[in-house]
């Protein structure tokens, strides 16, 4: 050792601390992928296993062209995936009008309530997620608190939302709303109250102001929240699974069904890479939409 | 005057904001005291008997109305999960820790490769992960099992150590490091001397959020655990669908109340660290 540069000594030991994260990351998250990739365009054995042939139909299947199991045109494959989009963008507005009054409202206190309140938002993160969505369960089922309580109020509107897109969409926007929040909490807390007061001083409406100056001086979070609410909703299966049961389905589920109860693992794969492209896409328009932003910011 | 009234507008909407964040977690704690044995909807009288079917207790309901298979599952799944998430938490903390320490202690030409290499499993959908792993297990021969889920564990909560330490790296006095050197000390004693006490609540913020991570995964556990080896989400996860059964409150409850200590434990730590820099400034000095 003491015959090294000490470059050379800088090397090993550069190559000592990250030799570990390259053999876990090289061989239990890229190589994975990699080996489902090739999954993706093998050809589905008969019992479950597959052929070593090049097949790209399972692509095909996903948009509807027939093949071997599917003997028509049928687009439920595309209808599910449709789906999963619509439900994911519905999940980041709904998410983003709840967050955004609520972190303009908590940036308003003094320091103590603030953080009292802010803990209290980061908390549920923490909190069992299974559990919290089982609470969701019990409340919406036909018996559920929420029947209960309206009927309690006099109303009897005997309303059946589980197992509906409305559940499913509570569902998503109930655990993903701390992913939204602290984002735009943190845009809406670097505002320069100056700026706004201004603008009023300028004579602009309340609504202009909002417009012209507290919205794109707040869109930072507002972008930085939605792409990491839609991405886990995306491909979510659980949510799904427990407030959508079988007629809601969406990609995470689907994606599922191919590998533990149809046994079609090359299907199931085109589906997941369609899904991880998806994701890659959406990142790529946001890595994209950041850079470009700070360009203009930088401009005099 | 109205002004005024936007603003009672907007303190009433957030604090019915707090409610439907909080409320779904109280119902599930009220319930599970309710001792109404056959509709755990109509309040029944305040009753701790599901916690005691829970853990195999004796109590006053009549047996058939018992709706847990086996304590033993449950409690197994309990362990299977605390050893899981433990082995994880330590390697991933371990792994993590050097993986910051090399990106911000040394300049080289993969830098940026490797953060978005660190970057990329925490953006990936779970269901991918879970899969791929499967698909990955099957494939090379690893037997689905306690194994298999510790090291898919591992794979993607590294990122999130690597983050936390990272954060506190960045924020570290590089100085004490370089006085150190210069006085002498060795590479080795200037870590275990300086930077380790510096960094150590990002090292245990990164080990706890590791560990909770890890103990309430369902996606990914899912797919990789093999049929023996049940974690407690999973475990959960099936009693839910298989139907709605009281003992879920009590075991929910009891979940939910160790992770919220978990992570008060976590923030007070956070909370401490100032102090904690102040102190090793005047012990510097």
């Known amino acids: 050792m003491s015959g090294l540069t000490l470059q050379g000594r800088n090397r ?30 093998a050809e589905p054995g008969m019992y479950g296993g597959v052929e070593w042939n090049f097949y790209p139909d399972s692509f095909g299947r996903v948009l509807g062209w027939a093949d071997g199991s599917n003997e028509e045109f049928d687009i439920v494959y595309l209808e599910i995936i449709l789906r999963s989009f619509r439900i994911a963008l519905l999940t980041v507005l709904v998410s983003l009008l709840v967050c955004y009054p609520v972190a303009f409202w908590v940036s308003r206190l003094d320091a ?29 089922r036909p018996s559920g608190f929420l029947n209960q309580f309206l009927h309690h109020l006099g ?92 007629k809601v389905l969406m990609i995470g589920s689907l994606v599922e069904q191919q590998f533990l109860a149809a046994r079609n693992w090359p299907f199931g794969a085109a589906l997941a890479m369609l899904l991880m492209a998806s994701v890659l896409v959406f990142l790529l328009l946001y890595v994209r939409s950041l850079s470009r932003a700070e360009a203009l910011e930088g401009r005099p | 005057m109205m002004r005024r009234l936007g603003q009672n507008l907007l303190s009433g909407y957030s604090l019915l904001f ?49 709706y847990i298979e086996s304590t033993d599952q449950l409690l197994g799944s309990l362990r299977t999960s605390l050893s899981v998430a433990l082995i994880t938490a330590l390697i991933s903390t371990v792994i993590g820790t050097l993986t910051a320490l090399a990106l911000a202690r040394f300049r080289f030409r993969l830098q940026g490769f490797y953060r978005m290499l660190l970057f990329m499993p925490m953006m990936m959908p779970d269901v991918v992960l879970g899969i791929s792993l499967l698909i990955f297990f099957v494939n090379i021969g690893i037997p689905l099992g306690k194994v298999s889920i510790i090291i898919g564990h591992c794979s993607f909560l590294v990122s999130y150590v690597f983050i936390v330490v990272s954060a506190r790296l960045a924020g570290m006095d ?112």
């Open chain 1, 155 to 246: 109303i009897n509107a005997e309303l059946d939302l589980i197992y509906s897109e409305t559940a499913v969409l509570i569902g998503l926007v109930y655990i993903f709303i701390p992913f939204m929040f602290l984002p735009i909490y943190a845009s809406v807390e670097k505002l320069d109250r100056r700026l706004i007061e201004a603008s009023q001083d300028l004579g602009a409406s309340r609504w202009q102001t909002f417009r012209k100056v507290i919205l794109p001086l707040t869109m930072p979070g507002v972008a930085a929240g939605s792409i990491i609410v839609f991405i886990p909703s995306l491909g979510n299966f659980i949510v799904p699974s427990l407030l959508g049961g079988a």
């Open chain 1, 12 to 41: 090993l030991r550069l190559f000592g601390l990250l030799s570990p994260v390259t053999l876990l990351i090289g061989g239990f998250f890229v190589a994975p992928l990699l080996i489902m990739a090739a999954y993706s365009l």
């Open chain 2, 18 to 66: 707090f409610v439907f964040l909080y409320l779904p977690i109280g119902l599930i704690f009220v319930y599970s005291f309710n001792g109404n044995p056959l509709n755990m909807m109509i309040w029944g009288g305040f009753s701790l008997d599901w916690y005691r079917s829970i853990f195999g207790m004796a109590n006053s309901l009549a047996d058939n109305v018992q």
């Open chain 1, 112 to 140: 103590r309530k603030r953080n009292f309140f802010l803990f209290l938002i980061t908390l549920p993160f923490f909190a069992s997620l299974i559990v919290r969505l089982y609470a969701w369960v019990l409340i919406l």
């Open chain 2, 174 to 285: 590089t100085r004490l490091e370089e006085a150190s050197a210069d006085l002498g000390a060795n590479p080795w004693y200037t870590f275990r001397r300086i930077t380790l006490p510096m960094i150590l609540p990002g090292v245990i913020g990164g080990a706890l959020l590791s560990f909770i991570i890890s103990m309430d995964d369902l996606v990914i556990t899912y797919f990789i655990s093999g049929v023996d080896s049940t974690t407690l989400p999973v475990y959960i996860y099936g009693m839910i669908r298989r139907g709605i059964k009281p003992e879920i409150n009590a075991i929910a409850t009891l979940l939910i109340l160790a992770s919220l200590l978990i992570a008060a434990v976590g923030l007070y730590l956070r909370n401490r660290q100032p102090a904690a820099l102040k102190a090793e400034d005047s012990h510097g000095s």
